[in-house]
């Protein structure tokens, strides 16, 4: 039963730009008859997200590398689940922005149908959203000194 549980998940994972497109699209036209429940339904891969970066965080903390400095190694327990499948956190990072793309056209439409809890709404998924691309892919989000370490690491693996 796990085994087929972690089959699904990872296809999920890799489905998941699809299904954040297919949401927002729904999520749109729904917002045009009932904005309230367009925001439900452009949470559905959210929701999904939160589990996979739950999931992440029970991916092992990796033993430290003698021949990184300190700092890579705080760098590779910190985005762990990222160094152990990066491809699967740009998909993951990519649908969570794609989740805040869908927002803004969601919110106008729901304002404008006089829908103003929207904008509350609309701030709570961004809160839950913004901090998952970072956890996804740190890539995109890191300081000058983060961005020295992470090419430090990925000197070692291909080096």
Same mark, same amino acid.
Request: glycine fraction near 6%; aromatic fraction near 12%; charge should be neutral.
């Given at each position: 039963?796990? %085994?087929?549980?972690?089959?699904?998940?990872?296809?999920? &994972? $890799?489905?998941?730009?699809?299904?954040?497109?297919?949401?927002?699209?729904? %999520?749109?036209?729904? %917002?045009?008859?009932?904005?309230?429940?367009? *925001? !439900?339904?452009?949470?559905?891969?959210?929701? +999904?997200?939160?589990?996979?970066?739950?999931?992440?965080?029970?991916? /092992? &903390? /990796?033993?430290?590398? /003698?021949?990184?400095?300190?700092?890579? $190694?705080?760098?590779?327990?910190?985005?762990?689940? *990222? *160094?152990?499948?990066?491809?699967?956190?740009? $998909?993951?990072?990519?649908?969570?922005?794609? &989740?805040?793309?869908?927002?803004?056209?969601?919110? &106008?439409?729901?304002?404008?149908?006089?829908?103003?809890?929207?904008?509350?709404?609309?701030?709570?998924?961004?809160?839950?959203? !913004? /901090?998952?691309?970072?956890? +996804? $892919?740190?890539?995109?989000?890191?300081?000058?000194?983060?961005?020295?370490?992470?090419?430090?690491?990925?000197?070692?693996?291909?080096?």
């Amino acid at each position: 039963m796990f %085994a087929r549980l972690m089959v699904l998940m990872m296809l999920l &994972i $890799n489905l998941i730009i699809p299904i954040q497109f297919v949401s927002g699209i729904g %999520a749109i036209v729904t %917002a045009f008859f009932h904005p309230g429940i367009a *925001y !439900a339904v452009v949470s559905i891969p959210l929701v +999904f997200l939160v589990l996979t970066w739950l999931w992440g965080k029970a991916v /092992p &903390i /990796p033993e430290p590398i /003698p021949e990184l400095s300190d700092a890579a $190694n705080a760098l590779r327990r910190k985005f762990r689940a *990222y *160094y152990v499948s990066p491809i699967t956190g740009r $998909n993951c990072s990519g649908a969570a922005s794609g &989740i805040m793309m869908f927002l803004l056209p969601i919110t &106008i439409i729901a304002c404008v149908k006089g829908f103003w809890w929207s904008l509350a709404i609309a701030a709570v998924i961004f809160i839950f959203t !913004a /901090p998952l691309q970072r956890a +996804f $892919n740190p890539t995109h989000f890191m300081t000058s000194e983060e961005e020295q370490t992470h090419q430090e690491i990925l000197d070692h693996v291909t080096g």
